[in-house]
Every structure is written in structure tokens, then in C-alpha cells.
């Protein structure tokens, strides 16, 4: 398993820790689950916008 260290805007940490909370409620690792699928997404979408 990979670590990355990241900054993000303040607003942004926010609103993306409310959403994880909201979906996966308070488990433990739900953050880094919810980072993974939104890499995952972007990933996706910019191998998209290549072809």
C-alpha cells in the first residue's frame, strides 16, 4: 500500500471529510477508501480525454 502526503485547500478537506462521513460514517479507514475511488475517478477520466 502506497502513502501519499498531500495539502488541499482547507474548504476542500472540509467538505470531503462531511461527504466521507456522511457515505461511510465513522469507520476506520473510511477516508483513505474514499480518496482511493476519487483517484480512481480521475484517473479514469483523464485516460479518457487522452484517446
Known amino acids: ?3 501519499i502526503t498531500i ?3 482547507d474548504e476542500v478537506e472540509k467538505k ?3 461527504l466521507v462521513e ?3 460514517g465513522k469507520i476506520r479507514g ?4 474514499a480518496v482511493t475511488e476519487a ?3 480521475w ?3 483523464v485516460e479518457s ?3
Do not use: N
Not at 30 to 33: E, K, N, Q, S, T
Open 1 to 3: 500500500m502506497g502513502v
Open 30 to 33: 473510511a477516508l483513505g477508501v
Open 49 to 51: 480525454e487522452e484517446k
Open 7 to 9: 495539502s488541499v485547500d
Open 22 to 24: 456522511k457515505k461511510y
Open 16 to 18: 470531503f471529510r462531511e
Open 43 to 45: 484517473i479514469k477520466k
Open 39 to 41: 483517484i480512481k475517478l
